[in-house]
């Protein structure tokens, strides 16, 4: 019970900064922490199937469904890369409008275009 409402805490946590921050880099961090909660919910569900790892050893014969956690550990590596990906977006952001808030960077960019 504990665990869920951690997890719903960490989820609300990462849904509110991607809501409410205006900095691009605070949003990028908002985002990590909203798909980790999202991973820790699907790891720990998975996890109520069985009780011992997927390795075939004799006298095993409660093991977990190792599918959830092999697409846990590709949404980590998919999380990773956008961040990664993001990271060098806000950085060449940054460098063209010297700010990383974006009310500034509409403001200029529409000031640019008109």
Same mark, same amino acid.
């Given at each position: ?9 960490? #989820?609300?946590?990462? #849904?509110?900064?991607?809501? !409410? ?8 961090? @908002?985002?990590? %922490? ?7 919910? #699907? ?9 011992? @790892? ?26 990773? !890369?956008?961040? @990664? #990906? ?23 960019? %529409? @000031?640019?275009?008109?």
């Amino acid at each position: 019970m504990i665990i869920n409402i951690l997890i719903t805490t960490l #989820f609300m946590l990462g #849904f509110w900064g991607l809501l !409410s921050k205006k900095n691009i880099l605070k949003k990028l961090i @908002a985002l990590n %922490i909203l798909n980790n909660a999202v991973i820790i919910l #699907f790891i720990k569900t998975s996890s109520r199937s069985g009780i011992s @790892a997927p390795i075939l050893v004799k006298g095993t014969d409660t093991i977990t469904d190792p599918l959830p956690q092999a697409l846990m550990l590709t949404a980590i590596v998919i999380g990773m !890369s956008i961040t @990664a #990906f993001g990271v060098c977006l806000i950085y060449r952001i940054y460098q063209k409008y010297g700010t990383l808030n974006l009310e500034v960077i509409e403001r200029e960019h %529409i @000031a640019e275009h008109k």
